[in-house]
């Protein structure tokens, strides 16, 4: 006899679930390939320009060739990038461990929505803020070069953080609604 509908929906919650350790588990190795990525950027991009342009790959900066100050900057300002999606996959992983216990529609679940949108609408904000704050930081120490600010928020995640608080508010008006409901019945 076949499995029921929740039994399935369940086992792929568990599934996603054993997925989501997996990115955990993966996590040292993302880390490791981030870092070697941002202190060897300048080298790679010299090795594909010839000539001339290869003094161009300078300008891009070497967070190891830095001052002091300047790398607890630049790595501060790298793992509050890493946190951001740490605390993301934070919140959805424990989403769907409750899920993968049959706990969906639960207030720690909406509670779980709400911030996450919340974190997603304020985020934009301090990475930008952050970001501006650390390069003129590094600039006025000598670190980089150049100062050219980039005031653009990232919209897209602004309104999907939007997008989700609106969500948890459907989704509790729902579960009152069906609760009404089967009273009435």
């Known amino acids: 006899?076949?499995?029921?509908?929740?039994?399935?929906?369940?086992?792929?919650?568990?599934?996603?679930?054993?997925?989501?350790?997996l990115i955990w588990a993966a996590l040292p190795v993302v880390l490791w390939l981030a870092y070697y990525r941002t202190t060897t950027a300048s080298a790679t991009i010299a090795e594909s320009l010839i000539g001339e342009q290869a003094k161009c790959a300078a300008i891009v900066a070497?967070?190891?060739t830095m001052s002091a100050k300047g790398q607890v900057l630049f790595w501060s300002l790298f793992a509050l990038g890493v946190?951001?999606?740490?605390?993301?996959?934070?919140?959805?992983?424990?989403?769907v461990n409750r899920f993968a216990n049959g706990?969906?529609?639960?207030?720690?679940?909406?509670?779980?929505?709400?911030?996450?949108?919340?974190?997603?609408?304020?985020?934009?904000?301090?990475?930008?803020?952050t970001t501006i704050a650390v390069t003129y930081a590094l600039y006025q120490l000598g670190d980089i070069k150049f100062f050219l600010p980039?005031?653009?928020?990232?919209?897209?995640?602004?309104?999907?953080?939007?997008?989700?608080?609106?969500?948890?508010?459907?989704?509790?008006?729902?579960?009152?609604?069906?609760?009404e409901n089967d009273l009435t019945i």
């Open 1 to 21: 006899m076949g499995k029921s509908v929740r039994e399935q929906r369940q086992l792929w919650f568990r599934r996603l679930d054993r997925a989501f350790w």
């Open 62 to 64: 070497n967070p190891l």
């Open 83 to 95: 946190s951001f999606y740490a605390v993301l996959i934070g919140i959805l992983h424990r989403m």
């Open 103 to 129: 706990r969906i529609f639960v207030s720690e679940t909406l509670q779980g929505v709400w911030w996450m949108g919340i974190f997603l609408v304020v985020w934009p904000f301090v990475d930008t803020i």
């Open 150 to 179: 980039s005031y653009g928020v990232d919209v897209g995640t602004v309104a999907g953080g939007v997008f989700l608080m609106a969500l948890k508010f459907v989704i509790e008006q729902a579960i009152l609604l069906q609760s």
